[in-house]
């Protein structure tokens, strides 16, 4: 398959699947989408309410979890701008 040891699916002259650490990264991330996908879909999943109660607590969930990523996405900003003028400032600082 991939003859390139640098390739991160290499294969060794025996022909067993070397993983370098990029490759193993890519695997890990590539397995733990596909687990984390399979729940949803199915009966028992939480993005397909089936009732009108599930559909309530559905849109609930949904507009905390818009509302909470907002305000997670607010407190990084602040807290990037906060860093990058502390680093700006102190590089201005006269050196003694």
């Keep these: 398959m991939f003859k390139d040891s640098r390739h991160p699916l290499s294969f060794s002259a025996r022909g067993n699947l070397l993983l370098t650490p990029h490759g193993s990264l890519l ?3 590539c397995s733990l989408l596909t687990l984390l996908s399979s729940g ?6 939480s993005l397909d309410p089936a009732g009108p109660q599930a559909n309530q607590i559905a849109r609930i969930w949904w507009l905390m979890f818009f509302i909470l990523s907002t305000i997670f996405l607010i407190v ?9 003028r502390r680093r ?7 050196q003694e």
């Design 88 to 94: 700006a400032s102190a590089d201005n600082e006269p």
């Design 76 to 84: 990084m900003a602040t807290l990037a701008i906060a860093t990058w």
């Design 27 to 29: 695997t890990i991330s």
């Design 40 to 45: 949803c879909v199915g009966v028992q999943s």
